[in-house]
């Protein structure tokens, strides 16, 4: 079987789009799905290229039990980083336009969109709060919504690859 190449997309790639695909791969894996899907990460912009994980995002993390991040190091979504995917998890709206431009057949949908409690909401309404400027508890925040949409998008995969549910 052909993995189901996944990434999330944020602004730098330094705070939400690394936990989003640390909490996927989290999770994936408690799927029994990590070996059919290949999760990484990337940034609209390139301001934070070569950087890693945000120290609060990855102390918050580490609060509740994910790995850190400690190999990551940001980097900007080309064209063929995104035509090469087969979703792609943009944490807002901005990021969502900028993912169409660069690959407009691809699938791109808002991380948020598959959490349940946001069902039915514009995409407008569907960004996840930027930690950057703010203190522990927005990066709490973020987790938290990545957290709520994280078993939504592992079910819409699941889905994807034919592979059924647990009972």
């Known amino acids: 079987m052909t993995a189901y190449r996944v990434m999330t997309v944020c602004t730098g790639n330094i705070c ?18 990590g070996d059919a899907v290949v999760l990484d990460s990337s940034g609209v912009s390139d ?20 790995p850190a991040g400690d190999g990551h190091r940001a980097r900007q979504v080309t064209a063929a980083d995104a035509g090469a995917r087969d979703l792609l998890l943009a944490m807002t709206t901005r990021h969502a336009r900028a993912l169409r431009a660069l690959a407009p057949d691809a699938d791109v949908r808002m991380y948020r969109s598959f959490d349940p409690a946001a069902a039915g909401l514009p995409d407008d309404r569907l960004d996840i709060a930027d930690p950057w400027y703010g203190g522990p508890e927005d990066f709490e925040e973020c987790l938290a919504q990545v957290e709520a949409a994280a078993d939504g998008v592992v079910a819409f995969v699941r889905g994807r690859l034919g592979v059924p549910s647990e009972a």
Do not use: Q
């Open 16 to 33: 939400r789009s690394p936990m989003a695909e640390i909490v996927l791969r989290d999770r994936f894996e408690a799927a029994g799905l």
């Open 47 to 66: 301001e934070e290229h070569g950087n890693p994980v945000d120290p609060r995002a990855r102390a918050v993390l580490a609060e509740h039990g994910y």
